[in-house]
């Protein structure tokens, strides 16, 4: 899975928070194509040909393991390479196992979201680890303007954000946290 471009424009020296200017590549957003869908707040895994993947940064100056499958290019300025890995039977797989155990192995091709007890501190309030796949969870209310924006975010402190769906396949996301300074709940 590449990296997803933000809606809106970060205040890197100061406050680090969004400011009302939209990110160059985003603004059809604002123009209303795409779909606003539910973010989760897990870690993203990759269903492919019936086999389950959990995602990897090569970050710069690490070497990936020889089954890493990259999503993109490593980004020039930050060494980032996200890409992806099979999940296997050790330890740092253990939770993709267990969801993908109660999915019974019956998921489509696409990516997911894994959540749960041990993942990211369980945010999502779960009580068991499970793949949601990204995109289902249609917000059809989701607005599009700053204001109304940040409105919706902080009135759904369950939510860790949106990501807006482009037919061509483009994606852009907003956090809650990139309206706010202290975390979702």
């Known amino acids: 899975m590449q990296k997803i471009l933000s809606l809106y424009a970060r205040n890197y020296d100061t406050d680090r928070l969004v400011r009302d200017e939209v990110v160059p ?14 973010k989760w707040d897990g870690t993203s895994c990759l269903v492919q040909s019936g086999r389950l993947y959990r995602r990897y940064d090569a970050k710069k100056g690490r070497t990936p393991p020889a089954d890493f499958e990259p999503a993109q290019e490593p980004d020039p300025l930050t060494g980032h390479h996200p890409g992806w890995v099979p999940v296997g039977e050790g330890p740092d797989d253990a939770h993709h196992c267990e969801a993908w155990a109660a999915a019974d192995r ?13 993942v990211q501190g369980n945010p999502e309030g779960t009580i068991s680890h499970q793949l949601i796949r990204h995109g289902e969870a249609v917000l059809d209310d989701a607005p599009r303007d700053f204001a109304a924006l940040r409105a919706y975010l902080e009135a759904r402190p369950e939510m860790e954000g949106l990501v807006w769906h482009h037919p061509d396949g483009r994606m852009v996301k907003l956090k809650r946290k990139d309206f706010f300074s202290s975390r979702r709940r």
Do not use: F, H, N, S
Request: charge should be negative; aromatic fraction near 8%.
């Open 25 to 38: 590549g985003a603004e059809w957003v604002l123009t209303g194509e795409g779909q606003a869908t539910r």
């Open 106 to 118: 019956a998921l489509p091709d696409g990516t997911y979201e894994l959540i749960g007890p041990k």
